[in-house]
Each structure stands twice: as C-alpha cells, then as structure tokens.
C-alpha cells in the first residue's frame, strides 16, 4: 500500500524508498516496549542511511504523524512506542564507524547494541562504561536517550558521562550536532546558553544532586558539558544519527565479592560504604528475588552458590554484589576481600574464576524479567521501575518503600545499583478493574511524594517516560517543569517527537497494556497452562518486554537472529497475540497477521528456557493454530506432516510399500510432485523411510540368555522416527542395553507422543494419540520402578514437560514421571561397568561435535551425555547456535526451506564440514554427534555426512571385557 497525501507524489515515492511499513502485522508487533504501556503506530521505518531517516520525516510531517526514535524497545517506561511514526534504527543503522584507541572513543551509529560495541573495543583493552542488564540487546542510541547506567556505573558513570558528541535530525531534515563546545547550530547553541545562564540559581538549586538524578531535563550540564544535556531527552527533541562516546580501560583483572546480609535494608545501608578506589559495582538484591528465580521452570536449585544460602534455603535476606578490578589478580582478589570487611556482614563469598563469576551475574541480571513473576507466581509490573535517592537514604527509603506497598496490598522484589541508590523493583499492581487501575495511579503519586521526600528522584536511569513524566510535579517546581518545556521547544518547535513524554505528560494510567479491554478474545484453551490460572491470556502476557529474545547470543529465536526483525522475535509474536486478544487491530484467532507472525515461529522452545519469564511461544503458537484452522481446512502440510508417525506406521503394515514409497520420494520428479501436492518446499529433498521398521526388526531379533534373568526391565519407547525412519539408534539402544545386562521390552501397539499433531495445533487428535499411549504403556508398566527410555529428544521433552499440560489424565502424569532419557539412565551404568571391569571402551581417537536439540536444551537435559563422553575419554565440542535449523516438521513446509538452510550455516554446517577436514589432516575419527532426527536428516542434506544418535557410538566403542 503506498501511502499519498494530498496527491504528495514526492512523500509517495520516499515511502517506497525508504521502505515503509504500514501493514498491521508489523505495527501490532511495535504496540509496546518493556513497559505496561500501548500506542498503535502508524508506520514503522527501519532506516538503512540518514537520507532514509531524513526521508521518513518528510512523510510524518505530510502524513501530520508524531515520531518517535526507538533501539532495542528494553525501555520499561513506554517511551519508545507512539501513535505515529517509529523509526526503528537496531535492524540496519548500527554500524561502528570508527574506534579510536589512542583518544579512547567509538563513534557510532545509534543502532549499535551496547554489547557489539564492547567487543569491538575490548582488543584494544577498553570498553564501553555503561551496561544495563539488557546489555545484550539495548542499542547505545538508547542507552543515551534514556540515560542508562547499568551496574559498572559507581566506576564509569552514566550515559551522560560518556557522551562526547551526538548528532541529531530535527524535524525539517537537518542534522545538529552538540559536542562539549556547544551546538553548531548557532541559533540553538544561543538559546540553550542563554537558558541557561538566564535561569542558573534554579538549575542549581534543583538539578544535578546526586549522579542518579536523571529525571527531567539535563540541563545543569549545558554550559560546561553541552553535549550531555542531550542524554536522558528520550527522544523528545530529535532523531539520533551519530554518537561519539568515550571508552574506558577494562580492569586487567576481576574478583567478585557477594555479600550476604540479614536483610535487604541492611544490605541498602552498607552499601555507600562500599564506594572505594577499584569497587566498580554495588549491586544489590532482595531475598525473595531467590525465591522466585527457584519458581521458574527447572531452577530448583538456582543462587545455592549465593553466600547465606544452604540445604534448607536462603538464611540472608538481601545480597551485595562487588566487582573488583585491579592489575593482578592478586590485587583485585585483595581488595574484593577488604571488601568483605568493611560492614558486618552474615556470610560472604570471593570468587575470580570468570565461569564461577558468570554464574552469580546471571542471578542479578535476570532480575528484571524473574521479577515479573512473584514466589507465588502472581504478576509483578514495571513503572515504579527505577527511582533512586542520594545512597545514603537508601535504606530508610527502601523501608518507606515496602511500608506504603504493604499499604497498597502490593508485593515486589527489589534490585538494583544499591551504590549509587538506584532500586528496580517490579509491583503486583491489579490492572484487571478499574478500581485497580485507580489504586495504582493512587500509588504512583504517593510513591512519587515519597522519593521526593528522601531528596530522590523518580528515575535512576530508564527515563521518565510515559510511567512518570505527569508526576515530575511532585519532584520539580513549576519553574523548572517550564524550562523543560522552554528547552524543548529550542530544538521541536512544532512538538512531533515523542509527545507526551517528560512535557506536556500523558496521565500515568492512560493507554495500559493490560487494561480490562484486553479480554474481547480469550476462548477457552486446549492447553491447562497450570502455571497461567488456565488462561492463555496470562501466558501470553507473561511477556513482559525485556527483550532477551533480541541478543544475537543464546538459541532463543532463530527466524530472529537471521532476519532482524521484531515480527520475528518472541517479544514481537507476543505483542500481535496480544493485539489478537484484545480485538481492535486484529480479528482474534482468525487474524492472518498473526498467522503471518508466527509462521517463521520454529517451536524450538528456546524462550521457554532462556526468556527470564519462560514466554513459551512453542505452545502459544499450537494454541493458535488450533483456534486458528478449528473447524476450518488447514494447510496440507499440517494433514501430511501432523500424521505422519500414522501414516508411516501403516506404510509399514503393507509389505514392500514402504520400499517403494521411500523409493519414490528419492526420484527427484516424483518427489516435487509429492512435495507440491503435500504443500510441503520442493527445494529440498524429503525425509527417507527405512524398508524395515524398528518394531519388525525386534520380532526377529534374537533374545540373549541374560535377558531372561536381567535384575532390571525397562520399556524402549519406539517413537515414530526411530521406529519408520531410521532404526539404527533403536536397535544400537537395544544391543548397548543387553551389554548392561538390562532386559528390554518393546510394545507392539502403535505409540506415539502426539508432537507432529501438537505443533502444528491439532491439538484434540494429539491428547488423544497422547492418552491412548499412555493407557497402553501402563499395561506394560506393572512395576512402579519401570522406567520408560525415550531416544529422541523432541518425544522425551514431549512425554515430561508439554504432555501433562495438555492432557489431565492421570495415566499421562504416570507416563511422564517414568520417562526417562536413554542417556540419562544408561550414563551412571556405564560408567560404573567400565569401572568395575564389566565393560571396557575400544581404543579409538575419537573427537565428538555434538548437535543438541533445541527441545533437549531447552527442557531436556543434556548434562549427562556431556559427562558421559568426557568419562569415556572423548574429546567433545558442541554447536553453540542452538536449533539446527530444520525444526521437524518446520523446515519442510513451504517456503521454509531458505531461512532452514540460513539457520544451519550459521555454525552447524561449516563445523562439520572443518571436522571432517580437520579429521582427516590428522587422521582421528569424528563423530557428528544428533540425537535428534531432524538434526541428523539437516546435517545429511546440509553437507552430505551422516550424523549420528550418541547411542550408535556408544554402542560402537562399549564392549564386553571378555
């Protein structure tokens, strides 16, 4: 759709240049930031150069649209969102255009995310200061407008303090710069002198107190650091083009002190004392952000690495966390424990081994999305997300602080940069009824009083943004609150950018995310969502925005990483499942949007792990996809691929088909034409079919003595791939189980865990198949202790983890608590086999490269495979990028089959083709280690080589000791 004004031919032909984006799917994925705030957009514009960002204004001001410049979207106030044009600068315009070690400063393109800037530096010994927990992700363009800090600020400052010169597009198409000089637009460069000189008592009186008073206008720095007076404008006086920014040394060495105190106040109260030549941090947290991290899935055991912490649970109350830097390790590890000293503390910790100091980081970092989810498992919101006060009235704040939530009803965890007194803290505000939404604007302005009183401000770093720009009333005098308006009119006279943010403020409570009106769609769910109070609508709001699903590092969104682009991220997706619900831009289940959205949704189940809130996008979109296609005809490929597993089983019941079929599917004609007719990418191969099943080969198999008297019996589950496609890892499983001395017992029925049906939203037909193999197992379960092996992953994640939350039957809980990994229950037999001389390992130079499936890594378990290689003497390595690519039944449907093949050539085919030449140079044997089948058949088709189950190798090398 080309968008004409007034018949603005010139305004049409830069929306195609510029390449515009005006349909819904995208603008519902832009409906919110990592606030609890929506504005519908009207357009989004992801700018390649200046003249497209130059271009975009052109059209907003013919369009008469407001703009607002956004980077990563990590802002927990709502001040990159709008109801006009976004300029979106994180896809495309975020190259570094130089580093300059010598004077110790990058410039850069607003786009640049703060992490790609620190490892562009870190050759050269330095870094980039600022580093808010969102580091992976938030784009330095960003970090500047909102002023951010992060937890190395005590040493570095804030944004501010590193800013050497930004260059800014005003709304006619000029570009200003401010440097510590002033403006070179002399007429701007006069007026915000002159402000400033006019009104110095003022500034004085009421601006720059302490470091983290960032609310507001910086207007204390422009007449000796001008530059910095542009940090913290939230985009309220013009588009960003270019930053230069000082950089730092990093510390040649590092320890880490974790301080563990009574309580969080005490924790609060010590911290200014901790402020000394070489601490670079003083994070703190609250005891019951441990509690929570414990609520998520699998972290059962998560901070027992935290002093104060034991078997029974968590004796602290709040914990410091102090980074030391010096040049030996000798004298970071020194001052870290003078550290220890210098407060009475309940138990502490030093460590310097970097695994060890990631370990106890990765608890502060994820604070900000663990939080979202009370202990209880209730919802804890942003927007009393960041207020700060001079250190030495943390304390007493913080009391103040839990007394007037306890007043509220509320609950939160709180978090933050204790030395420089900065607190995050996530509040379980009611926005389900507007008496909730009044109590929560009634809070917002007592905690607004509060902060003040206590010479605070009411943000530390994120800005003011829509959470609290309408309260700066209560912290400014009406004085300042109109040089704000003064400073900003210097720069927007026409007040386009980013209106209703920090002047002329939009009410705290107008246009919440989640407001009554979110419920129009909200049918009832095939899924239990057990953790959700059965709603998909909760689970769908369990996105709270913080972005973790845009770092290029982690295997959380693949389609993400390869294109960009916020559609295709698990916050995006969650944004147009929102809009879904609540009616107004899109058309509930039947929206194609959100078809469209979740399309390139690989259901590697990545976000169910890594997103600090566990989003499961895998399961949303199958929820989807049934409401979507009920009562509807669905894409082939959902009828081909979905019953699959059946109709391999019955391909197999007729003699010689299978034989036949699988020839037909290798003739490259033929095939295209099975391929079209089955809605399935004809530009790729399809899957082969063994000519014997799995099953067949075990009616014949011969028996050993020992099974007859084998103390242990387990059930070998014959999923659908390992049974009909490739029976090799069943039958390795079968002779390396008879080596352990284990009897075997396959059922003949057909079985199936029901994940062809499930991911692509049959869900009826898949907790029907799901119960039915559940009621056979249990007849071949009599015993209690009758475990059931699983070899391939996706089936085994399937039967633990998604199966009880898609079906209440009692039997498939049963099944579930019996299924185990067949590594996991054979790796402690081997082991102890091989050393008490009942199984030896054949002498062989083997080096592994391991492929883990994405359900494995993120549900599953791989640990033990990894310990079991390593125990046997095998040198392993392992692809770190996450889901291969292919995805079961993903990477065959149409149009799929170009971002697969993107997705395996990120590392997993050129690691195996470097191992096989890299094996043959030095004539060692490689292993391409997938136990998954999809990852094994990517592998064949990406590179030719045979992948195999770590079962077959196994199998291979454990032999007999006589």
Known sequence: MLLMCCGDHDAASRHVRTGLRTDMTTRAAYTSDASIFRRVPAAILEPRSISDIRDGLAIAKAKNWPIVGRGGGTSVAGNAIGEGLIIDTSRYFNRIIEIDPINRTATVEPGVVCDQLRQAAAPYGLTYGPDPSTHSRCTVGGMVANNACGSHSVAWGTAADNLLEVTIMLADGREVTVDDTGCDDPNIDAAMKKLAQDHAALIEAELGRFPRQVSGYGLHHILKHPARAIAGSEGTIGIITRLKVALVPLPKHTALAVLAYQTVFDAAAAAPYLRLRGVNTIEGMGGDLLAA??????????????????????????????????????????????????????????????????????????????????????????????????????????????????????????????????????????????????????????????????????????????????????????????????????????????????????????????????????????????????????????????????????????????????????????????????GETLAGFSSTEAEEALDLCLSCRACAQECPVNVDMATLKAEFLYHHYRRKLRPMAHYVMGFLPLTMAIAHKIPGFALVLDAAMRTPAIAKILARLGGLDQSRPLIRISPVQFRRWWKKYSQPDSEVTAATTVVLWPDSFNNNLDPRPAQAAVSLLHKLGIAVVVPHEFLCCGLTWHSTGQLKTARRILEHSAKVIHKYCDQSHTPVLALEPSCTVMLRKEATGLSPDLRVAELAERTVSFVEFVAPLIKNAVDSGQLRIAERNIQALTQIHCHERALGNPGPARGLLEALGIEESCIETGCCGLAGNWGFEAGHAEMSQQLGERELFPRVKAARTQAAQQETEVAVIADGFSCRTQVEQGTGERAQHIVELLDAIVEPSS
């Open 293 to 582: 991290l414990r609520s998520k899935n699998g972290q059962e055991r998560a901070g027992e690495n935290l002093p104060g912490v034991d078997e029974n649970g968590a004796r602290a109350g709040g914990w410091l966390f102090c980074e030391t830097g010096g040049e030996t390790l000798e004298e970071a590890c020194e001052l870290a424990h003078q550290v220890v000293g210098v407060t009475p503390v309940l138990d502490a910790v030093v460590v310097h081994d970097q695994t060890d100091m990631r370990g106890l980081w990765h608890i502060r970092e994820s604070a900000a999305g663990i939080v979202t989810r009370l202990p209880d498992g209730g919802e804890a919101w942003p927007n009393w997300e960041d207020s700060a006060v001079p250190p030495e009235n943390l304390a007493d704040y913080l009391r103040d602080l839990y007394d007037l939530m306890a007043k509220h009803k509320y609950q939160g965890i709180p978090f933050g940069h204790f030395g420089e007194g900065c607190v995050h803290v996530r509040i379980s505000f009611d926005f389900s009824s507007q008496a909730g939404i009044s109590q929560f604007t009634s809070f917002m302005k007592e905690a607004a009083q509060l902060v003040s009183r206590h010479g605070g401000s009411l943000s530390g770093e994120h800005g003011d943004g829509r959470a609290r720009s309408a309260l700066l009333s209560e912290m400014y005098s009406p004085a300042m609150r109109k040089l704000f308006e003064e400073f900003s009119l210097i720069f927007d006279p026409d007040r386009v950018f980013n209106p209703g943010v920090l002047v002329w403020a939009d009410p705290v409570d107008d246009g919440l995310r989640m407001d009554p009106g979110q419920i129009r769609h909200d049918p009832q769910p095939r899924h239990l969502f057990p953790k959700d109070q059965g709603s998909y609508r909760n689970a769908v709001n369990r996105c709270v925005g913080v972005g973790a699903c845009r770092s290029s590092s982690g295997a959380m969104c693949p389609s993400f990483q390869v294109t960009g682009d916020e559609v295709h991220s698990t916050r995006g997706r969650a944004r147009i499942l929102s809009e879904l619900l609540r």
